[in-house]
């Protein structure tokens, strides 16, 4: 075989190895590439993961410390919540007790709230009803004035602001009309005391008695 083609040859399969070869190292570097490429992608998400779990792990320690303390706070407030029931208690059961008290007094017993200026039927027991014919319900919260008019009324206010401004009680003598309303125009003289409800040098309310004159001045004549 002449040289020139045995060169020729040579040539040829040393191009087709090289080439060969070539591919062959770019497939390797591509794939190489490519793992590189996962590992720090996988790196990478492992450490933004890591992380997470830190932070949700500092989250919870914190949200464990709250609750630690609401808990705490919870107990006290429940501790306080009992207290406030007692006094509660405690309280309804003295309303109770006067008002029986109220009831037991034979004559007309009332209770009103001072309020700035304004004085305002709190309560009145059953005696009071049956004088009179009015009822609790009807006078809670209303002025004499509303329930007995202007006249009337006037000088049930009176007598309440010399209360209010002496700060004492006093006794009166004076003629309530046997009706409200106005249906029997006689009146009867009753012997009316009235006293303040005093908190920290405050009045917040005036107590009254009535006691029906005429039974006085008979038992006391009965007497002498």
């Known amino acids: 075989m002449p040289n020139e083609i045995i060169l020729a ?7 087709v190895a090289s080439g060969y070869l070539l591919y ?7 794939k190489i590439k490519e793992t590189s490429n996962l590992f720090e992608s996988e790196g990478r998400f492992r450490e933004v ?13 914190s949200l464990e410390s709250v609750i630690i303390n609401l808990r705490a706070e919870l107990s006290t407030y429940e501790v306080r919540v009992r207290e406030l029931e007692a006094i509660v208690s405690s309280q309804f059961d003295k309303v109770q007790i006067l008002e029986l008290y109220c009831e037991k007094i034979p ?6 709230r001072v309020n700035d200026d304004e004085i305002t039927m709190d309560f009145i027991n059953s005696k009071y009803t049956e004088v009179w014919g009015i009822t609790c319900e009807y006078y809670e919260g209303k002025t004499d004035i509303d329930v007995w008019g202007e006249e009337v009324g006037s000088k049930f206010y009176n007598a309440d602001v010399l209360v ?3 700060k004492r009680g006093h006794k009166i003598i004076e003629e309530v009309p046997n009706d409200p309303l106005g249906a029997d125009p006689k009146f009867k003289k009753w012997i009316i005391w009235k006293f303040p409800v005093i908190d920290n040098n405050k009045v917040i309310g005036i107590g009254g008695i009535a006691i029906d004159y005429f039974e006085i001045k008979n038992l006391k004549d009965n007497y002498e």
Do not use: A, Q
């Not at 040859?9 to 191009?15: A, D, E, G, P, Q």
């Not at 062959?24 to 591509?30: E, F, G, L, R």
């Not at 004559?107 to 009103?112: E, I, L, N, R, T």
């Open 49 to 61: 993961l890591l992380k997470e779990v830190d932070e949700l792990m500092k989250r919870s320690k």
């Open 24 to 30: 062959k190292t770019n497939i390797s570097k591509d």
């Open 107 to 112: 004559g007309p017993v009332w209770f009103k």
């Open 9 to 15: 040859l040579i040539s040829l399969i040393s191009v």
């Open 164 to 166: 209010l401004k002496h």
